[in-house]
């Protein structure tokens, strides 16, 4: 523990910050990510698929400067002493009596005309906030505090569900480099993506159309259509419906 502090872990900021825990070392049943930031140039590892989530979110915000997941709580000894003033017992490594050390799941940074401002994140499933749960995010909230830095608790019944999955539906599409190189505008895409849409038509018609029309083909598509919405040059409305192959979308206005 002392060695993973020293070499910097869960420290820094930018293109430097190493995340405290990696996906690698912490069993997560399948809902770990690793997932390269547009905002800071590095990958990131998420521990659940909720993480992931406001990852997404936090990318796609035009305000967001710097993403740090799995942030570590130091120095060590500072949330030993408020776990102590809360009457609260401290988490230890599992099978030992060493105290652990405490991670906050997203810090993110928000420029603002007068600065940066910092928001500490934490997200839980609502079927997982337990007396116990709800002791540790106590301290985590309490250290957040002791330094001024909004704190919020994100769950699945508070998290724009339907954008981050739309979000999602659209994150590795604009990484397919046959669209990077096809040439063509993601923005004029979208604009014919538009033009062939009607309400009766699933999203993997129109795609269709869209991509026949600059002769390319729908994963192109796909990868040119992800692009303009993660660039907000879409009018693809990502808000109010699931986005899948074969659901009907609809356009903002």
Do not use: C
């Amino acid at each position: 523990m002392l060695r993973w502090i020293r070499a910097g872990y869960g420290q820094g900021e930018g293109d430097g910050f190493k995340p405290f825990l990696y996906v690698r070392d912490v069993p997560s049943e399948g809902t770990s990510s690793m997932v390269r930031s547009r905002i800071t140039g590095r990958t990131h590892h998420y521990l659940s698929s909720g993480e992931f989530s406001v990852h997404l979110l936090a990318e796609y915000s035009r305000t967001i400067v710097d993403i740090r997941e799995q942030y570590a709580l130091l120095p060590w000894e500072e949330t030993q002493e408020i776990a102590a003033k809360l009457g609260i017992k401290h988490p230890v490594i599992p099978f030992t009596k060493t105290p652990s050390v405490l991670t906050t799941d997203l810090l993110l940074s928000f420029k603002e005309p007068d600065g940066v401002r910092l928001v500490a994140v934490s997200f839980k499933l609502e079927k997982d906030l337990t007396p116990r749960t709800l002791e540790k995010l106590l301290l985590e909230r309490a250290y957040w505090n002791r330094r001024g830095i909004t704190w919020q608790l994100v769950t699945d019944k508070n998290l724009p569900t339907i954008r981050a999955g739309n979000l999602r539906f659209f994150e590795n599409a604009i990484r397919n480099q046959d669209a990077l190189r096809s040439g063509v505008d993601p923005e004029a895409f979208s604009r014919r993506f538009e033009q062939v849409w009607t309400p009766d038509r699933p999203f993997i018609d129109i795609l269709s159309g869209a991509s026949n029309a600059f002769n390319v083909d729908s994963n192109v598509g796909h990868g040119l259509l992800g692009a303009a919405v993660w660039q907000r040059k879409s009018r693809l409305n990502i808000d109010d419906t699931p986005i899948a192959h074969k659901s009907y979308v609809t356009l903002t206005k």
